[in-house]
């Protein structure tokens, strides 16, 4: 692809050519070099201002490594105070393609020109500090109050005869005509052949009141030109037909055509652009500008259908309600109806001879435009590019499940089955059921990362009153759209059998041969999904693929700490930025519809939902280009900024290992098999661990009948084990007596002396066990004892091996039990802190990121 690739770089250095200087402080050179060009610029040279730049020194020395961070000054960009970018509009758009290549400079060191600084100032529109235009409104509010009333009299048309017959009395006026002028009846109905559905007032002694153009005689004819009348007319059943429009509720005078040229009863409010509510008889129909306007706002505004009618219903009457004719049902039908019918019309199947019936599942679904589709967006030899570049034509996707998306035990499937038969997101029901009425009792597999709630919602009951919990999903976690019969409904909790249901489904739709899978469970769900695969015989051969199963970064540190390397976006090459939480986002541009669909019947929820997935996929579409761009430009300084830090830290570290951990982690990145270089290495020791050695080989001494035991029910072991814990008892007491202020409760006393007494108890016989293992103990306890004033039970000293060595002479053995102990003990501690560690850093990224307003940030602190 020749022609696209010098495309990109011409864009590439456009680009970077419209960059503010701010930005490309960022690159390579930036640390060391003053910005030295005259570029003439009068800002520049009047006022001399700097800015401060940070650079960090790594050093690397015997002792470790250090780093030293400075700042410099360095004068300022011409425009300091503009941080945003220009935005690109059309006329640069086309700058762009005329840039001739040859003549620009390439890489990254461009430099930013005064036109460029010009051109942005330039586009910076700002109001000024004494535009108000609110204060200024408020000041005249009389006179714009004034003028609403007069729209309710007759203003200057105060003449009684109709301007254009000269005859009839001017007595009515359209609401909906720009014109203010009354004409007469026979006047009115005339210019109104055109606009059947305008509003009418007229005129009453001294007020409006609201009319009909059927109460003045308009009839409308369908079946014929304009201003034609059928010879055989046939009015509407009864001479009653309703009309929705945006202008509200009509009734209306509507003759079908009954002469030789008839057509079908709907076909014929069809070519007048009106949507029949039925097929036989239809005495109603809603005009196309209504049914696009709600189709529009439905997606939009999440309105429901409900809210809409009753909008309407008001626009037409606000007083006395019940003069309105009632066609809600009709409403919810004909837009159930429309939104099929165009998404349809959009996937091309009116120009197909097998009409819609020929659909193919998933044929309708707005799919993403810049995730890799063979044949379609991809060069054609991209199935053997290189290893450097196939991580271009990789799939993301990303799986979830929302338990918002419910539905009650509204209808049943027979009654209301839907009219996407699996075109679109959803995938085909009866196939869907039938498979997990096959799957459904899969046996539960066992957890082996910490318990996380889509795992613990798998296993809850069915709430009575609901027929679906939720709905789960699969979609392209690059540009959060949903994929093609990627969505399916819930029974209970996130079960796998459905999740799998879904991701095989999807991915038998324009799968590359890379996929990078994202589920807040993978850990879980990946380790047994092709065994799973294999029970299931679903038409997927995972061979044609290769999978990597990664965890979003936000549910990651959730995970116990061997996910959190070998299940990390941050090292996984080839990734970039992806945070794998796309599929979260997405759903709270779904979640108001929760509310209107859970009452729904199963075929309109999912048209609902149908609907709903494509108009999000398509407004996706229409950003895609702005989109992306404006994160190039945010990812290309922050690149550069990343390359200098990580080449100024690599040139300090010595070569050797450099070429050690490249190496480590170049296998690991081929095959995440071999050992990830990422785990953090801790010492398996722990107290747990140390006691049950311990015991082993007291065990074993005991069978050989070599243990020397001073005590019969305590072994050395576990009095040296029990002095520790009582250690820990006496630190323990001793902090909380010292939290424990003047103002203290007699309750909070009484509770602390009775723990101390306990204690006490406790110690005093351990020491006369201890007394028999080490002689003399008691002895030198109570020389101690002398020199401290009122000893308090944390004072008393424990005198454990360690502590008295060259004052008494203590069995090697005993010595050799504590040092190993406490070696475990400060293992322990340690990785208490490492949790502790974790767990904080993952609290406050948390509040930075999420925590707003002053209830929430008040209440985060307790949590630390
Ligand atoms: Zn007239
Ligand atoms: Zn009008
Ligand atoms: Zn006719
Ligand atoms: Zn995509
Ligand atoms: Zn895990």
């Known amino acids: 692809m020749p022609r696209r690739r010098s495309k990109f770089k011409r864009i590439w250095t456009a680009f970077l050519a419209a960059m503010p200087r701010k930005w490309r402080r960022c690159n390579y050179d930036v640390h060391v070099v003053p910005d030295d060009d005259d570029d003439g610029d009068p800002a520049s040279t009047a006022a001399p201002l700097t800015e401060k730049t940070r650079h960090v020194d790594y050093v690397s020395a015997p002792t470790g490594l250090s780093s030293q961070t400075s700042f410099y000054s360095l004068p300022s960009s011409p425009n300091p105070s503009s941080t945003s970018l220009p935005e690109l509009v059309p006329d640069e758009l086309d700058y762009l393609d005329n840039i001739d290549e040859a003549n620009q400079p390439s890489g990254p060191n461009y430099q930013f020109t005064a036109e460029d600084a010009a051109e942005a100032e330039?586009?910076?529109?700002?109001?000024?500090?004494?535009?108000?235009?609110?204060?200024?409104?408020?000041?005249?509010?009389?006179?714009?109050?004034?003028?609403?009333?007069?729209?309710?009299?007759?203003?200057?048309?105060?003449?009684?005869?109709?301007?254009?017959?000269?005859?009839?009395?001017?007595?009515?006026?359209?609401?909906?005509?720009?014109?203010?002028?009354?004409?007469?009846?026979?006047?009115?109905?005339?210019?109104?052949?055109?606009?059947?559905?305008?509003?009418?007032?007229?005129?009453?002694?001294?007020?409006?009141?609201?009319?009909?153009?059927?109460?003045?005689?308009?009839?409308i004819q369908l079946g014929h030109p304009p201003g034609e009348r059928c010879p055989n007319p046939k009015a509407a059943f009864n001479d009653d037909f309703v009309i929705l429009d945006t202008t509200g509720i009509h009734r209306v005078a509507l003759d079908f055509c009954d002469c030789t040229q008839k057509q079908q009863l709907p076909v014929q409010l069809?070519?007048?652009?009106?949507?029949?509510?039925?097929?036989?008889?239809?005495?109603?129909?809603?005009?196309?500008?209504?049914?696009?306007?709600?189709?529009?706002?439905?997606?939009?505004?999440?309105?429901?259908?409900?809210?809409?009618?009753?909008?309407?219903?008001?626009?037409?009457?606000?007083?006395?309600?019940?003069?309105?004719?009632?066609?809600?049902?009709?409403?919810?039908?004909?837009?159930?109806?429309?939104?099929?019918?165009?998404?349809?019309?959009?996937?091309?199947?009116?120009?197909?001879?097998?009409?819609?019936?020929?659909?193919?599942?998933?044929?309708?679904?707005?799919?993403?435009?810049?995730?890799?589709?063979?044949?379609?967006?991809?060069?054609?030899?991209?199935?053997?590019?290189?290893?450097?570049?196939?991580?271009?034509?990789?799939?993301?996707?990303?799986?979830?499940?929302?338990?918002?998306?419910?539905?009650?035990?509204?209808?049943?499937n027979q009654v209301d089955p839907g009219l996407n038969k699996g075109y679109a997101y959803f995938v085909e029901d009866t196939k869907y059921k039938a498979f997990?009425?096959?799957?459904?009792?899969?046996?539960?597999?066992?957890?082996?990362?910490?318990?996380?709630?889509?795992?613990?919602?798998?296993?809850?009951?069915?709430?009575?009153?609901?027929?679906?919990?939720?709905?789960?999903?699969?979609?392209?976690?690059?540009?959060?759209?949903?994929?093609?019969?990627?969505?399916?409904?819930?029974?209970?909790?996130?079960?796998?059998?459905?999740?799998?249901?879904?991701?095989?489904?999807?991915?038998?739709?324009?799968?590359?041969?890379?996929?990078?899978?994202?589920?807040?469970?993978?850990?879980?769900?990946?380790?047994?999904?092709?065994?799973?695969?294999?029970?299931?015989?679903?038409?997927?051969?995972?061979?044609?693929?290769?999978?990597?199963?990664?965890?979003?970064?936000?549910?990651?540190?959730?995970?116990?700490?061997?996910?959190?390397?070998?299940?990390?976006?941050?090292?996984?090459?080839?990734?970039?930025?992806?945070?794998?939480?796309?599929?979260?986002?997405?759903?709270?541009?779904?979640?108001?519809?929760?509310?209107?669909?859970?009452?729904?019947?199963?075929?309109?929820?999912?048209?609902?939902?149908?609907?709903?997935?494509?108009?999000?996929?398509?407004?996706?579409?229409?950003?895609?280009?702005?989109?992306?761009?404006?994160?190039?430009?945010?990812a290309v300084p922050n690149a550069n900024e990343h390359q200098v830090a990580f080449e100024e830290f690599t040139e300090?570290?010595?070569?050797?290992?450099?070429?050690?951990?490249?190496?480590?982690?170049?296998?690991?990145?081929?095959?995440?098999?071999?050992?990830?270089?990422f785990v953090a290495t801790e010492p398996k020791v722990t107290m747990a661990a140390v006691r049950r050695e311990l015991a082993e080989e007291e065990a074993a001494r005991l069978e050989a009948g070599t243990l020397v035991a001073c005590h019969d029910n305590m072994s050395p072991a576990i009095m040296i084990t029990a002095g520790l814990e009582l250690k820990d008892l006496q630190e323990c007491a001793r902090s909380e007596t010292k939290k424990i202020g003047s103002h203290s409760t007699d309750k909070q006393r009484t509770d602390l002396l009775e723990r101390a007494n306990t204690l006490r108890r406790k110690i005093e016989a351990w020491f006369k066990i201890q007394q028999t293992y080490i002689p003399g103990v008691e002895a030198l306890r109570a020389r101690k004892l002398q020199v401290v004033k009122d000893p308090t039970v944390y004072d008393l000293p424990l005198l454990l091996p360690s502590a008295i060595q060259g004052s008494l002479s203590v069995d090697p053995s005993l010595m050799e039990c504590e040092w190993r102990l406490r070696h475990a003990q400060a293992h322990d501690s340690l990785n208490n802190l490492r949790q502790h560690l974790r767990l904080s850093s993952h609290l406050y990224h948390f509040k930075d990121r999420f925590t707003r307003g002053q209830r929430e940030n008040i209440r985060k602190p307790c949590n630390f």
């Open 270 to 412: 069809m070519r007048a652009r009106l949507f029949p509510a039925t097929v036989t008889n239809p005495k109603t129909a809603a005009t196309y500008r209504l049914m696009e306007h709600f189709h529009l706002l439905r997606t939009q505004s999440k309105i429901s259908a409900h809210e809409f009618y009753q909008c309407l219903a008001r626009q037409t009457e606000n007083v006395e309600p019940q003069e309105s004719a009632d066609r809600y049902s009709a409403l919810l039908r004909m837009t159930r109806e429309w939104s099929h019918l165009k998404m349809l019309k959009r996937a091309g199947r009116g120009h197909d001879p097998t009409g819609a019936a020929g659909t193919l599942p998933g044929e309708c679904a707005v799919e993403c435009p810049t995730c890799p589709q063979p044949e379609k967006n991809l060069p054609s030899d991209w199935k053997t590019a290189p290893k450097g570049k196939s991580w271009l034509y990789r799939l993301f996707v990303g799986l979830d499940a929302n338990f918002c998306l419910k539905r009650k035990k509204v209808s049943t």
């Open 122 to 219: 330039r586009r910076r529109q700002r109001r000024t500090a004494s535009d108000h235009p609110l204060h200024e409104w408020a000041a005249d509010i009389d006179t714009w109050l004034l003028e609403l009333l007069r729209l309710e009299g007759r203003g200057e048309h105060t003449g009684d005869a109709c301007p254009t017959c000269l005859d009839g009395l001017a007595e009515y006026r359209c609401a909906d005509c720009a014109d203010l002028q009354l004409y007469c009846g026979a006047c009115t109905v005339e210019s109104h052949s055109h606009n059947p559905w305008h509003r009418l007032t007229v005129w009453v002694k001294s007020h409006f009141r609201r009319t009909t153009l059927k109460n003045l005689g308009l009839r």
């Open 436 to 634: 997990l009425e096959q799957f459904d009792d899969l046996p539960p597999e066992a957890n082996t990362c910490h318990k996380h709630d889509a795992i613990k919602l798998a296993n809850i009951k069915k709430v009575r009153e609901t027929d679906t919990s939720g709905v789960g999903t699969v979609e392209c976690t690059w540009h959060d759209m949903k994929r093609p019969r990627s969505v399916a409904d819930l029974q209970v909790g996130e079960r796998y059998v459905n999740m799998d249901y879904i991701f095989f489904s999807s991915l038998s739709h324009h799968a590359a041969q890379e996929i990078i899978a994202s589920y807040d469970i993978s850990c879980q769900w990946s380790r047994n999904l092709w065994s799973r695969l294999t029970a299931y015989g679903l038409p997927f051969d995972p061979a044609d693929h290769r999978f990597r199963f990664l965890i979003p970064k936000f549910h990651l540190p959730a995970h116990q700490s061997s996910c959190q390397t070998g299940y990390s976006f941050n090292f996984t090459a080839g990734v970039g930025r992806t945070d794998g939480e796309a599929v979260e986002r997405g759903w709270a541009a779904v979640n108001p519809f929760a509310s209107s669909t859970k009452e729904m019947g199963p075929g309109h929820r999912h048209n609902v939902l149908d609907d709903v997935f494509g108009d999000y996929n398509w407004r996706k579409v229409r950003q895609m280009g702005p989109a992306l761009l404006a994160r190039l430009k945010e």
């Open 652 to 677: 300090v570290l010595p070569l050797r290992n450099i070429a050690t951990w490249t190496e480590m982690v170049t296998k690991w990145e081929d095959d995440p098999s071999n050992p990830n270089p």
